[in-house]
């Protein structure tokens, strides 16, 4: 992200940029007051660039185990991301293409000013899979994230990977996740 931000040349530290990591990309251009004239252009570029660098992205420690063990059993995942459909494609295909996620909502899937923090597309998953609030945990690693899952009640884990900053409440990692499911599984 980093270095597609960078190839942007724009006047804005990454560290700003950082900051709103989890909401729509044109959402964290108006938010740094860019030209709205030029959001096309620099979106192009920073997609192109996300592209040719997707063999830089790496996956994060017991991310694998956590899949399998939801797999095994028989828990059902989806994913909703504020990246753009063919970034969020490209990622599954290359680091998890054995996964099943049912559902994969992204800013495109969504009416303009329905990303994230509202929690649209978190509902949009649980509409289409027939969950209740009480069959959902999100898993997020952004601020924007826990907002979306207080939007519509549903149960949060701050994960301890991503690029968010920690808001204040207990980081986990993926094998800190699988412990969370068991105890719950075995309540």
Known sequence: MKLSWEKCNLDIPFSEYEQLIGIPFFDIL?????????????KNLYDKTSSQEIDKVEKFENVDELFSFLDTEKITYSLFTSKTKQRTIQIKNKLFEDNHFLEIVTPEDLDKNSGK????????????????????LYVGDTYFDYLCAKDVKVDFIFAGWGYGNNPGYDVVEANTI???????KNS
């Open 30 to 42: 108006e938010k740094l007051k860019i030209d709205q004239k030029e959001w096309e252009k620099i």
């Open 117 to 136: 923090p509202k929690g649209v597309g978190l509902e949009k998953i649980m509409n289409k899979l027939k969950l209740l609030n009480g069959e959902v």
């Open 178 to 184: 699988l412990e969370f499911i068991n105890k719950i």
